[in-house]
């Protein structure tokens, strides 16, 4: 492109330069055919008197150019026409002066302008005209006019320089019709996109466009590139935010998939993956205001020298964010094709992008279908329901903390689909395939604790599916994937958004019923019934869609409706029927397998009981469990009382009453607290506990110690920073880092949860010492209600307590966890309130579910801890003594009473003065001298005073006394002697005693479950009598006091477990003869119980043995002397 400006000078422009005589000089040959002028004038009226002046300088046109010799640069909007076909040259006018500043003053001027002079212009062969207003310590206004609009204003390229476009790559945005957004930063260009759709058609697909040029000199230092590209990269991004804020807010359309491209023209010297590092910081940094802003893709440019002295790279960086959740970072170079010359993008590193080998001005797709479901998702306030398996796959990478030990195969997964009859069948569909709004998924994981994978079955709504609601077919996959998930004894997961039971109509027959009314003339009065004409009656009566009485009213035919059916399936009562199925399917689940909820946007209806009936929920913030519609509410109760369904399911209700177990931030979070909760659980019904290493040494000492004084419970069992020494952790009961609370907001004088204990996974129950507030929200709908906060006193079971610990072994006994418990209870609440909730039936469930706990069961009263009264009764050993084991620490109490009170009523003031008299012998001698008979008056008052003096003086220390004599009552000593408690521990080894007795009563599970596959009639004295045996057999009976070594008893046991070539299993072998004797026993009972079948039998046994074995079986026969009695 030439620039000039001719010899105007003496007319008032400004000179720029002069190459025109150059051109006209035939013996000059142009590097191209186009011709561009730049021109200067003080004010318009200048260039319009000169106009004719100005457009003579194209009047010869350049000679044909053997360089290019029929090449026209094609045009930013790819038109069809050749270079010839059209017009080529272009003119650039600065104006320094105008009387009016203003867009919407100066475009009309120019444009009446243009638009007058178009022939001249299109004979001239301007293809644009593009005029530069300049403003005082402004930038400059750009106004450009093209021929292809017969010089009506391109609206795009307001106040861009037309040159800048190239830079600006305007040309990939040609799949939308752009809209420029006036911008206060003028580095920022703003453009909202609509895609091009056919004529007739909805428009559904809009986005922002943001892009930006960054010039600078070049750099030629590393540490200068990579702290200019930081801080200027930071800056662009937070400006570019700005501009989108703005025009996000002030549009009438709902943007997505936004989009933000950077150009940096300076050369950088820098290794491109530390700019992929960079970019990835920084974006996570603004990650959450990114999202608002809806911008899920981002471009950047960048020309890059490895070295100062290595050649330049054009490199392109491309991230993606479609899901919320996962950033993918792609980086390119710009190569060119050796046989078409075309500039493509190649991807740079070991990952090939998607880009790879398009062309570099490949334009930006619009929303298919999968992106405007996920838009849709993502509105609503939750995650596309087939993005949930890279969800889970980015929960296992983190699980994995790297992914160089991680697996590459680390979810595979199939999806579970109904056929035609029905039937669960699986198979591989592309993400959107599914046609009802229910999705499940069969996935392997490969987890830290399960490296070889394990199975579960996720269950989810599809929200973009008529809303997420119930019908019957969503209802059948629903109950055949949850019937699956329990065949296999694996987890079940359901991810809840949805809206409750299908409600519908019969929309065939909505389109054509009438109505009669009581005065056709006066509809006010009513109507008596609807009915059908018989010519629509004739349309629909071999559908079965409506049940009709016929009638003649009127003069005319009629087919009064008495009952609509409809031809389709799944908007009434089946649909309830059907929901019916899967709550009973999930009250079953929940006693068979592992099952766990997450609730994303909402759950409504039957969405809300299969969550609860599931138990284990996980709620993300935004959420809601509902039953009811607050909009429903408010009409039920005939005024606005509820703003919103938040206010009646949301997390602030469902933590703090027990519904939910956890609340997250995010869907991603909330998947990840699910493969969290698995890790602790074995990964089916029939496998023991996950163990796995642990880097916290089971033999150490537990440095954090309870106190008398109140503390935090979670001290005891996790740990804490100490509290004197800046940066040294006081290291709790469990493994480090492993405890995991749930239901922490419900019933808050109990802690639950689960933890490890030298890699043993463990439910875990606590105690609360400290007092607690309980708050019970004020009821909108009750306009006298007030919130109160109830405090609650540490160390007792109250209803919601009692409740939350019976919960929780629930819980834990279908998880497979064996159970610890840190009993330190006072006793239960008393008070009318709490008798009233029912603080009784809560602590009977207590006992009700310990006595259906099937795993080991540890209770511990740990140091100044104290076990009484009822609060002893609902957890003693007694209620199964299979299973439940109590032990004491030394400093621990454990009674009917606290010494106090029984004090108060058992050493009473009278009891305590004969105490005082038999001790103490100053009191003694004043009382015996008060027994003579001989005394004054006045000597015997003196006596009285010296002893009530002494009375009061003693009474408290002795009172003291008192309580000591009442808490030796209770000490651990005492415990044992009556036989109450297993073992008395020390609890800075209590950790160590604790994990060598799990892993015991773990083993001995293991093989008294092989035993009793083996013989189902023997009792658990008997197996453990027999395992004893075992061990003395193996070890000898010079070793059998180590039977009471549990370590030792654990290596016996893993060394007999292990299925290994070449070594003989004691157990094993002992239990394949009682196999046998089991089978013969059996067979024996049979055949003396029915003894017709008996010859039956051996006929039958005998066709199924071989040659060599009947021939011993004749021979025994035939030496047998005793025939059977007839």
């Given at each position: 492109r030439m620039s000039f400006s001719s010899n105007l000078n003496h007319y008032g422009m400004v000179h720029v330069a002069s190459v025109s005589d150059v051109l006209l000089d035939n013996s000059f040959t142009p590097p191209c055919q186009r011709m561009g002028g730049m021109v200067s004038f003080r004010t318009f009226e200048d260039f319009v008197r000169l106009f004719d002046e100005v457009m003579g300088c194209f009047c010869d046109s350049p000679p044909q150019s053997p360089t290019f010799p029929e090449a026209g640069h094609p045009s930013l909007y790819d038109e069809d026409k050749s270079a010839r076909e059209e017009p080529i040259h272009i003119l650039n006018v600065a104006i320094r002066w105008a009387d009016r500043f203003e867009d919407e003053d100066l475009?009309?001027?120019?444009?009446?302008?243009?638009?007058?002079?178009?022939?001249?212009?299109?004979?001239?062969?301007?293809?644009?005209?593009?005029?530069?207003?300049?403003?005082?310590?402004?930038?400059?206004?750009?106004?450009?006019?093209?021929?292809?609009?017969?010089?009506?204003?391109?609206?795009?390229?307001?106040?861009?320089?037309?040159?800048?476009?190239?830079?600006?790559?305007?040309?990939?945005?040609?799949?939308?019709?752009?809209?420029?957004?006036?911008?206060?930063?003028?580095?920022?260009?703003?453009?909202?996109?609509?895609?091009?759709?056919?004529?007739?058609?909805?428009?559904?697909?809009?986005?922002?466009?943001?892009?930006?040029?960054?010039?600078?000199?070049?750099?030629?230092?590393?540490?200068?590139?990579?702290?200019?590209?930081q801080n200027e990269g930071e800056r662009l991004l937070l400006e570019a935010m700005d501009e989108l804020e703005v025009a996000f807010n002030n549009t009438s359309v709902r943007t997505d998939c936004n989009h933000i491209f950077l150009n940096f023209v300076p050369t950088v010297v820098m290794d491109p993956s530390k700019i992929e590092e960079s970019v990835r910081s920084m974006v996570m940094r603004y990650g959450r205001r990114l999202w608002k802003l809806r911008v899920l893709q981002a471009e950047v440019k960048i020309n890059i020298r490895l070295m100062p002295t290595t050649p330049v790279i054009p490199i392109r960086l491309f991230l993606t964010d479609e899901s919320g959740y996962y950033l993918d970072i792609s980086l390119y170079k710009e190569v060119t094709d050796p046989q078409t010359g075309n500039i493509m993008f190649q991807s740079y590193g070991d990952k090939q992008g998607p880009l790879h080998g398009?062309?570099?001005?490949?334009?930006?797709?619009?929303?298919?279908?999968?992106?405007?479901?996920?838009?849709?998702?993502?509105?609503?306030?939750?995650?596309?329901?087939?993005?949930?398996?890279?969800?889970?796959?980015?929960?296992?990478?983190?699980?994995?903390?790297?992914?160089?030990?991680?697996?590459?195969?680390?979810?595979?997964?199939?999806e579970l689909v109904l056929d035609s009859q029905g039937q669960l069948v699986e198979m591989n569909r592309l993400p959107g395939g599914n046609e009802i709004g229910m999705v499940a998924f069969r996935m392997k994981l490969k987890t830290p604790e399960y490296p070889g994978g394990r199975e579960i079955v996720v269950i989810c709504n599809d929200i973009t599916y008529q809303i997420g609601s119930f019908g019957p077919e969503e209802d059948l996959l629903f109950l055949h994937a949850s019937e699956l998930a329990r065949a296999k004894g694996i987890p079940r997961i359901y991810i809840a958004a949805n809206s409750g039971a299908r409600i519908g109509f019969a929309d065939e027959i909505k389109q054509m019923f009438q109505v009669a009314w009581v005065d056709p003339a006066d509809p006010y009065k009513g109507f008596k019934y609807l009915y059908l004409t018989p010519q629509d009656y004739t349309k629909i009566s071999s559908m079965n869609s409506v049940h009709c009485e016929h009638v003649e009213e009127a003069g005319e035919s009629r087919y009064v409706i008495t009952d609509i059916i409809g031809k389709d399936e799944g908007f009434g009562v089946e649909n309830l029927r059907a929901s019916g199925t899967i709550a009973g399917e999930?009250?079953?689940?929940?006693?068979?397998i592992v099952t766990i909820s997450m609730v994303t946007c909402r759950a409504i209806g039957i969405g809300a009981y299969l969550v609860r009936l599931g138990q284990r929920v996980i709620q993300v913030e935004n959420s809601h469990i509902i039953l009811t519609g607050a909009g429903a509410l408010n009409k039920v109760l005939g005024r606005e009382v509820y703003t919103s369904n938040n206010q009646l399911g949301g997390v602030q209700i469902m933590a703090n009453n027990g519904v939910s177990h956890v609340t997250v931030p995010d869907d991603f979070e909330g998947v990840y607290i699910i493969l969290q909760w698995l890790s602790y659980m074995p990964k089916d019904n029939r496998s023991p506990v996950p163990i796995t290493a642990t880097s916290d040494p089971i033999e150490r000492e537990i440095d954090f110690v309870p106190s008398k004084a109140p503390y935090d419970p979670r001290w005891m069992l996790a740990g804490r920073p100490h509290p004197t020494v800046k940066g040294l952790w006081q290291s709790g009961f469990f493994d480090h880092g492993t405890f995991s609370e749930i239901l922490q907001s419900w019933a808050q004088t109990v802690v639950v949860g689960r933890a490890r204990l030298g890699g043993i996974p463990v439910g875990v129950i606590a105690v609360e010492t400290r007092t607690v507030e309980l708050t019970v929200p004020a009821d909108p709908a009750n306009p006298e209600s007030e919130a109160k906060i109830i405090p609650q006193a540490g160390q007792v079971w109250f209803p919601d307590s009692a409740f939350k610990t019976a919960q929780a072994i629930r819980d834990f006994d279908r998880e497979g966890l064996p159970l610890l418990i840190f009993a330190n209870w006072r006793g239960f609440s008393g008070g009318m309130k709490d008798m009233y909730d029912q603080v009784l039936k809560f602590g009977a469930y207590i006992v009700d579910s310990l006595r259906q706990f099937?795993?080991?069961?540890?209770?511990?009263?740990?140091?100044?801890?104290?076990?009484?009264?009822?609060?002893?009764?609902v957890i003693d050993p007694t209620i199964n003594p299979l299973y439940v084991e109590l032990y004491a620490d030394k400093e621990s109490r454990g009674g009917i009473l606290e010494a106090e009170g029984t004090v108060e009523i058992k050493f009473r003031r009278k009891d305590l003065l004969k105490t005082?008299?038999?001790?103490?012998?100053?009191?003694?001698?004043?009382?015996?001298?008060?027994?003579?008979?001989?005394?004054?008056?006045?000597?015997?008052?003196?006596?009285?005073?010296?002893?009530?003096?002494?009375?009061?003086?003693?009474?408290?220390?002795?009172?003291?006394?008192?309580?000591?004599?009442?808490?030796?009552?209770?000490?651990?000593?005492?415990?044992?002697?009556?036989?109450?408690?297993?073992?008395?521990?020390?609890?800075?080894?209590?950790?160590?005693?604790?994990?060598?007795?799990?892993?015991?009563?773990?083993?001995?599970?293991?093989?008294?479950?092989?035993?009793?596959?083996?013989?189902?009639?023997?009792?658990?004295?008997?197996?453990?009598?027999?395992?004893?045996?075992?061990?003395?057999?193996?070890?000898?009976?010079?070793?059998?006091?180590?039977?009471?070594?549990?370590?030792?008893v654990v290596e016996w046991l893993e060394k007999h477990l292990q299925e290994e070539d070449g070594t003989k299993s004691a157990i094993r072998e002992n239990i394949k003869y009682l196999k046998r004797d089991y089978a013969l026993k059996h067979i024996r009972n049979l055949v003396q119980e029915n003894p017709e079948v008996a010859m039956d039998c051996i006929i039958h046994m005998t066709q199924h043995i071989t040659q060599a074995q009947r021939a011993q079986i004749a021979h025994l026969l035939a030496t047998m002397d005793n025939p059977a009695s007839s």
């Amino acid at each position: 492109r030439m620039s000039f400006s001719s010899n105007l000078n003496h007319y008032g422009m400004v000179h720029v330069a002069s190459v025109s005589d150059v051109l006209l000089d035939n013996s000059f040959t142009p590097p191209c055919q186009r011709m561009g002028g730049m021109v200067s004038f003080r004010t318009f009226e200048d260039f319009v008197r000169l106009f004719d002046e100005v457009m003579g300088c194209f009047c010869d046109s350049p000679p044909q150019s053997p360089t290019f010799p029929e090449a026209g640069h094609p045009s930013l909007y790819d038109e069809d026409k050749s270079a010839r076909e059209e017009p080529i040259h272009i003119l650039n006018v600065a104006i320094r002066w105008a009387d009016r500043f203003e867009d919407e003053d100066l475009v009309p001027v120019f444009r009446a302008f243009a638009q007058s002079k178009n022939t001249i212009l299109v004979d001239y062969g301007l293809r644009r005209i593009t005029f530069l207003i300049t403003q005082q310590r402004e930038f400059p206004k750009f106004f450009t006019f093209r021929a292809r609009d017969e010089f009506a204003e391109d609206r795009i390229y307001r106040h861009l320089e037309p040159a800048l476009a190239f830079q600006l790559e305007l040309s990939r945005m040609r799949n939308f019709h752009l809209t420029a957004v006036p911008c206060a930063n003028h580095k920022m260009h703003l453009y909202l996109g609509a895609a091009k759709v056919q004529e007739g058609k909805e428009v559904t697909d809009y986005r922002f466009f943001v892009r930006a040029i960054v010039r600078h000199s070049d750099l030629i230092t590393k540490e200068a590139s990579f702290e200019y590209l930081q801080n200027e990269g930071e800056r662009l991004l937070l400006e570019a935010m700005d501009e989108l804020e703005v025009a996000f807010n002030n549009t009438s359309v709902r943007t997505d998939c936004n989009h933000i491209f950077l150009n940096f023209v300076p050369t950088v010297v820098m290794d491109p993956s530390k700019i992929e590092e960079s970019v990835r910081s920084m974006v996570m940094r603004y990650g959450r205001r990114l999202w608002k802003l809806r911008v899920l893709q981002a471009e950047v440019k960048i020309n890059i020298r490895l070295m100062p002295t290595t050649p330049v790279i054009p490199i392109r960086l491309f991230l993606t964010d479609e899901s919320g959740y996962y950033l993918d970072i792609s980086l390119y170079k710009e190569v060119t094709d050796p046989q078409t010359g075309n500039i493509m993008f190649q991807s740079y590193g070991d990952k090939q992008g998607p880009l790879h080998g398009m062309l570099i001005n490949t334009p930006y797709v619009t929303k298919d279908l999968l992106q405007a479901k996920r838009f849709q998702a993502q509105s609503l306030g939750t995650t596309y329901v087939y993005d949930f398996l890279e969800m889970f796959r980015q929960a296992l990478f983190k699980m994995w903390d790297s992914t160089e030990g991680c697996p590459k195969d680390v979810l595979t997964y199939t999806e579970l689909v109904l056929d035609s009859q029905g039937q669960l069948v699986e198979m591989n569909r592309l993400p959107g395939g599914n046609e009802i709004g229910m999705v499940a998924f069969r996935m392997k994981l490969k987890t830290p604790e399960y490296p070889g994978g394990r199975e579960i079955v996720v269950i989810c709504n599809d929200i973009t599916y008529q809303i997420g609601s119930f019908g019957p077919e969503e209802d059948l996959l629903f109950l055949h994937a949850s019937e699956l998930a329990r065949a296999k004894g694996i987890p079940r997961i359901y991810i809840a958004a949805n809206s409750g039971a299908r409600i519908g109509f019969a929309d065939e027959i909505k389109q054509m019923f009438q109505v009669a009314w009581v005065d056709p003339a006066d509809p006010y009065k009513g109507f008596k019934y609807l009915y059908l004409t018989p010519q629509d009656y004739t349309k629909i009566s071999s559908m079965n869609s409506v049940h009709c009485e016929h009638v003649e009213e009127a003069g005319e035919s009629r087919y009064v409706i008495t009952d609509i059916i409809g031809k389709d399936e799944g908007f009434g009562v089946e649909n309830l029927r059907a929901s019916g199925t899967i709550a009973g399917e999930s009250s079953l689940a929940y006693d068979e397998i592992v099952t766990i909820s997450m609730v994303t946007c909402r759950a409504i209806g039957i969405g809300a009981y299969l969550v609860r009936l599931g138990q284990r929920v996980i709620q993300v913030e935004n959420s809601h469990i509902i039953l009811t519609g607050a909009g429903a509410l408010n009409k039920v109760l005939g005024r606005e009382v509820y703003t919103s369904n938040n206010q009646l399911g949301g997390v602030q209700i469902m933590a703090n009453n027990g519904v939910s177990h956890v609340t997250v931030p995010d869907d991603f979070e909330g998947v990840y607290i699910i493969l969290q909760w698995l890790s602790y659980m074995p990964k089916d019904n029939r496998s023991p506990v996950p163990i796995t290493a642990t880097s916290d040494p089971i033999e150490r000492e537990i440095d954090f110690v309870p106190s008398k004084a109140p503390y935090d419970p979670r001290w005891m069992l996790a740990g804490r920073p100490h509290p004197t020494v800046k940066g040294l952790w006081q290291s709790g009961f469990f493994d480090h880092g492993t405890f995991s609370e749930i239901l922490q907001s419900w019933a808050q004088t109990v802690v639950v949860g689960r933890a490890r204990l030298g890699g043993i996974p463990v439910g875990v129950i606590a105690v609360e010492t400290r007092t607690v507030e309980l708050t019970v929200p004020a009821d909108p709908a009750n306009p006298e209600s007030e919130a109160k906060i109830i405090p609650q006193a540490g160390q007792v079971w109250f209803p919601d307590s009692a409740f939350k610990t019976a919960q929780a072994i629930r819980d834990f006994d279908r998880e497979g966890l064996p159970l610890l418990i840190f009993a330190n209870w006072r006793g239960f609440s008393g008070g009318m309130k709490d008798m009233y909730d029912q603080v009784l039936k809560f602590g009977a469930y207590i006992v009700d579910s310990l006595r259906q706990f099937k795993q080991p069961a540890l209770v511990y009263i740990p140091p100044h801890a104290e076990l009484r009264g009822g609060s002893w009764v609902v957890i003693d050993p007694t209620i199964n003594p299979l299973y439940v084991e109590l032990y004491a620490d030394k400093e621990s109490r454990g009674g009917i009473l606290e010494a106090e009170g029984t004090v108060e009523i058992k050493f009473r003031r009278k009891d305590l003065l004969k105490t005082i008299r038999r001790i103490d012998g100053t009191y003694a001698r004043i009382a015996q001298q008060l027994d003579s008979q001989e005394l004054s008056k006045e000597a015997r008052k003196e006596l009285e005073k010296q002893l009530k003096a002494r009375e009061d003086h003693l009474l408290p220390i002795f009172h003291q006394v008192a309580v000591q004599f009442a808490d030796l009552h209770d000490t651990p000593g005492r415990m044992q002697e009556k036989g109450v408690i297993t073992d008395i521990l020390q609890w800075k080894n209590s950790r160590t005693f604790f994990y060598w007795r799990l892993r015991r009563l773990l083993l001995e599970e293991v093989a008294k479950r092989e035993i009793l596959n083996a013989h189902s009639e023997l009792s658990n004295s008997h197996i453990q009598s027999m395992l004893r045996r075992w061990f003395l057999e193996t070890e000898g009976a010079v070793k059998g006091y180590l039977w009471d070594n549990n370590q030792v008893v654990v290596e016996w046991l893993e060394k007999h477990l292990q299925e290994e070539d070449g070594t003989k299993s004691a157990i094993r072998e002992n239990i394949k003869y009682l196999k046998r004797d089991y089978a013969l026993k059996h067979i024996r009972n049979l055949v003396q119980e029915n003894p017709e079948v008996a010859m039956d039998c051996i006929i039958h046994m005998t066709q199924h043995i071989t040659q060599a074995q009947r021939a011993q079986i004749a021979h025994l026969l035939a030496t047998m002397d005793n025939p059977a009695s007839s």
